[in-house]
């Protein structure tokens, strides 16, 4: 089969994750920053738990559909990264030998050096506020999207990246046992995202 029609069938078969990817410059979040995240700034300096009200689902969750249509990415599909990535732990932390990864979305450390430089985004940052580090994981997603097209393989590049040695751990990623392509379907068909998570509210 030509690689071509392959490719068309690979995206064919991810339309719903998400309509034409388009590559955005993460300044647009410093241009229209998510009103919650004053809140969210707000509670971590002054130590103070945010009113969540009658509502047990974490405040973060106000960005996904912002977040989503900047970034024309599916917004179960940045949840289902989130559930995958730090069970919906914006405070996550996971030390590896090649680094770290922080966060909501768990931001590699290799992204530090770009995002500091390019975007004074900080490590801090990403630790507390969970809308950014949500964005700048859609922005990667995005990007993979533009780059190689919508594709499973373009998810599972989220995690373990392009290069051949690593098909299998894209495929890990996406296609095993609780990766991110049952995550999102379970989110589709409409079951609670915290309950996904395994977390109880």
């Known amino acids: 089969m030509p690689k071509f029609i ?10 719903t994750l998400s309509s034409q990817a388009c590559a955005y410059s993460l300044k647009e979040y410093h241009l229209s920053q998510s ?3 004053p809140r969210l700034e707000n509670s971590v300096t002054s130590g103070q738990p945010i009113d969540k009200g009658e509502s047990s689902t ?10 989503a249509k900047r970034y024309n990415v599916n917004a179960n599909l940045l949840i289902a990264h989130a559930i995958k990535e ?3 732990n ?30 004074h985004i900080t490590r801090e940052m990403l630790l507390t ?7 700048v994981g859609a922005w990667i997603i995005a990007n993979n999207f533009a780059a190689r097209g919508v594709s ?3 998810v599972g590049a989220y995690y ?18 609780g990766g991110i392509r049952e995550i999102y379907k379970r989110l589709q068909q409409g079951e609670d995202p915290m309950l996904v998570a395994g977390r109880r509210r």
């Open 129 to 135: 506020e969970p809308c950014l580090n949500m964005s």
């Open 35 to 37: 009103p919650l995240a």
């Open 160 to 177: 373990g990246g392009y290069s051949a040695s690593n098909a299998d751990v894209r495929n890990w990623y996406y296609g095993g046992k």
């Open 58 to 67: 974490p405040d973060f969750f106000q960005c996904f559909p912002d977040v």
């Open 152 to 154: 499973w393989d373009s």
């Open 86 to 88: 730090s069970t919906l």
């Open 90 to 119: 914006p405070s996550a932390i996971n030390k590896q030998p090649d680094g770290e990864a922080v966060g909501l979305m768990q931001i590699h450390s290799q992204w530090f050096p770009k995002l500091e430089r390019d975007y």
């Open 6 to 15: 392959l490719n068309v069938i690979l995206a064919a078969s991810a339309i």
